[in-house]
């Protein structure tokens, strides 16, 4: 009913009930005359009283809006039949109760001043005004009333009447409104999804008639619905905010279908087992992805079409506010992504800058130590990194030597000591370990989050480091030492940053490569050092244990691609069997046989650059011999002065196994390049005999068979037979002179 016409209805009543007529109606309601029609009687035409009294009866009667009458002591006089369809009492059972008994046990000061304002205590005629009061049903529920209270007088005592209207759906409906619109009002301000879980448990606790309310949200991390928030009714029958005990249960079904479900019997229901779960009822709503609604009851039957409606305006409310955090992390964290990228490109734009700088120290620099402490000078000064060192491995102690540092902690190496062993445990956190072994850049960007605390670990956070790279310094899988760069921010070293660091590591390596080779070219001192090896795994030198027979190296000659090729004999062994072996190994190609004596042959092949004889090669060294039996191997090579013997015996260790230098021999005489053999050569020769060997070369003179005889050679040439011959020989002596002079001392 239109609440305005309800109110014109009850004043209606109300102006009846002040008239002359109620008062007589009342003292035959005292006689117990109560207004009962016989049976087929029309009660407005055989009632034995007046036409007005009868009218008044037939319309309190039948009025679809609760009449009490209330004498002065509170006690109820009269209730018309539409009283129970309001407080759930018959009107008989109530006369005589007072009419406190249909009011609500939390009836504040404020009702209750209303009250006795209204009920007549006194003689005074008291106007007629409405009031509204909390109620309470038989049943036990709250009521919210609309009462117009007006007072009047009968048979010289004071009474009120009292004209009820049950406006609780229509004062739910209000806190409804109110409820969610503050609700909406909180969660446009709120900065997170637990705040906007919290705002929606409150609401609903107070919305809905059951307090047992909970928020899951979805963890993608887990797979699985977590609690989020809950009512605090909820503490009364779980520990943890679960109200279902499986994580696939019944909320996980609504979750995962996007629906809303609604069962008022849980025992009666296939889909749960109500062992694991504290509620006889529930309604489950799902928050579209980010998780599910819940409201329980520990009676069965407790919800009814309005209940589901009023979670749908509440979900609805939750789900938009969720979505607007997901939206705004999401746009936070682009931005932080965005920001950490422009400071990456930044840092790498300006490593790039010091790497174009470096490149030139690289090419001017003419010493190792010139080299690293370059290097560890500027990166030092480049942000953000706060301190660099360099170092290399000693193969005696297996332990990393500083041999350049620069920057802020130059104190750190004095309390940290590196030992890097053959296999590293599973323990074992040194970046710089690892860098060795693997031979790629090794990160820890939270020195200060990863425990356990090694001494390193511990000196670096001392020193206020908080990453660091270990960039391993390698030319053609030859290692030179390892750069270590530190920095005072976490998450310093991202993928660009270590793929730009590697590559200059790559660079130092070449350098340091360059500048071993400058020196064993311009040394004008040498080293003979010659090494026993005791393993002959993954070398040539395994072709005397699995093919037999002896192997002896001819010479090695270092190709422009990296590789080296090699000449070698095998006596002994069968040449068809060597072929087959070589044919499995992955390091050696193109071998042919060259010569078949009789109990030796002779074989090319190219090595890859990988390949001890490749690296020494490319260090500078030269392989003087190289020979293998079935009781020995041995290996001599030449170094100059300058160079370190110990690199030479790691290189040998590393790639050979176990090695033991039995031999060292100096020498005052550089190692001899082949341009710089050819070069000495020439100036050994005459004009004219440079000529002359320079046309028997091109005429095929040297082949087999000869393409041109000395006798034809010397018509060319416009000089006598026995001339060539002689200029021949004589330049043939000068450069077998050379190769075997040093082996004749």
């Not at 490149?359 to 000078?377: A, D, F, G, Y």
């Not at 390091?587 to 990988?610: A, P, W």
Request: with cysteine; glycine share 4%; aromatic share 8%.
């Amino acid at each position: 009913m239109c609440p305005s016409k309800g109110l014109h209805r009850d004043l209606l009543l109300v102006a009846v009930l002040k008239s002359p007529c109620p008062s007589c109606w009342i003292r035959r309601q005292n006689s117990s005359q109560i207004f009962k029609p016989n049976a087929g009687e029309n009660p407005l035409l055989t009632s034995n009283h007046s036409s007005d009294e009868r009218h008044f009866e037939r319309l309190v009667q039948t009025a679809n809006t609760g009449v009490l009458i209330v004498s002065s002591d509170e006690t109820i006089q009269y209730a018309n039949p539409y009283v129970e369809d309001i407080f759930g009492h018959s009107p008989d059972t109530l006369i005589g109760k007072p009419f406190s008994e249909l009011l609500s046990e939390n009836t504040d000061e404020t009702d209750q001043s209303e009250i006795e304002a209204h009920v007549p205590n006194s003689g005074e005629h008291q106007s007629t005004q409405t009031v509204q009061l909390r109620g309470r049903h038989s049943e036990g529920h709250k009521l919210f009333l609309d009462v117009v209270f007006s007072a009047f007088e009968g048979d010289d005592s004071q009474y009120v009447s009292a004209i009820i209207r049950d406006i609780t759906d229509h004062r739910f409906l209000e806190t409804q409104l109110k409820a969610l619109t503050h609700l909406s009002r909180e969660h446009k301000t709120a900065d997170s999804s637990s705040t906007i879980c919290d705002s929606t448990v409150t609401a609903a606790s107070t919305l809905f008639e059951q307090p047992i309310v909970a928020i899951e949200l979805y963890d993608d991390e887990a797979g699985r619905l977590e609690p989020c928030s809950w009512a605090s009714e909820v503490d009364n029958l779980t520990t943890d905010g679960r109200l279902f005990r499986d994580d696939r249960s019944l909320p996980w079904s609504v979750f995962a279908k996007q629906e809303t479900q609604v069962i008022q019997d849980l025992s009666a229901s296939d889909e749960t087992d109500t062992e694991k779960t504290p509620l006889q009822s529930v309604l489950i709503h799902s928050i579209g992805s980010h998780g599910v609604f819940i409201v329980g009851a520990t009676d069965a039957q407790a919800f009814s079409e309005s209940d589901t409606a009023l979670a749908n305006l509440l979900v609805s409310n939750t789900y938009a506010a969720l979505d607007r955090i997901s939206r705004e992390h999401e746009l936070e964290e682009e931005k932080e992504e965005l920001e950490e990228e422009t400071q990456a490109l930044d840092r790498v734009q300006r490593l790039n800058n010091d790497i174009r700088d470096l490149t030139k120290v690289l090419t001017n620099s003419h010493t190792r130590p010139e080299i690293t402490e370059e290097i560890c000078t500027r990166l030092a000064a480049s942000e953000p990194y706060e301190f660099a060192w360099f170092g290399a491995l000693d193969p005696g102690s297996n332990e990393v030597v500083p041999e350049a540092f620069a920057g802020n902690g130059d104190t750190y190496l004095d309390g940290v000591t590196i030992t890097v062993d053959e296999e590293l445990t599973e323990t074992d956190h040194e970046p710089i370990g690892h860098a060795i072994h693997d031979r790629t850049p090794q990160v820890d960007n939270s020195i200060q989050e990863d425990p356990p605390f090694e001494s390193w670990r511990q000196s670096a956070i001392q020193h206020g480091y908080r990453s660091t790279i270990a960039v391993p310094v390698v030319h053609q899988d030859t290692l030179y030492g390892i750069l270590s760069l530190y920095a005072t921010e976490s998450g310093v070293f991202d993928q660009l940053e270590v793929a730009v660091l590697q590559e200059f590591g790559e660079m130092i390596g070449y350098a340091l490569n360059a500048e071993e080779r400058r020196q064993a070219f311009t040394s004008e001192q040498s080293v003979e050092l010659a090494f026993e090896v005791h393993e002959r795994t993954d070398s040539l030198f395994a072709m005397t244990t699995e093919v037999a027979g002896e192997f002896h190296l001819e010479n090695l000659v270092e190709r422009r691609d990296g590789r080296t090729t090699m000449f070698f004999a095998n006596k002994g062994g069968d040449p068809q069997e060597v072929v087959k072996w070589a044919d499995n190994q992955s390091d050696i190609s193109n071998l042919r046989l060259l010569t078949d004596r009789d109990e030796e042959c002779l074989f090319e092949c190219v090595l890859e650059e990988s390949t001890v004889w490749s690296q020494l090669l490319q260090r500078g060294a030269m392989v003087i011999d190289a020979v293998a039996d079935s009781d020995s191997t041995r290996i001599v090579i030449r170094i100059p002065r300058s160079a370190d013997p110990r690199a030479f015996d790691a290189l040998l260790e590393e790639r050979l196994g176990d090695v033991d230098l039995v031999a060292r021999r100096e020498y005052d005489e550089p190692i001899m390049t082949a341009q710089e053999f050819e070069a000495e050569y020439r100036d050994r020769l005459t004009e004219r005999q440079d000529e002359v060997l320079q046309t028997a070369y091109y005429a095929g003179y040297f082949e087999w068979p000869r393409e041109t005889k000395s006798g034809e050679l010397a018509d060319i040439l416009g000089i006598a037979q026995p001339t060539v011959s002689r200029h021949i020989r004589a330049s043939e002596d000068e450069f077998l002179s050379m190769v075997y002079e040093d082996e004749a001392e």
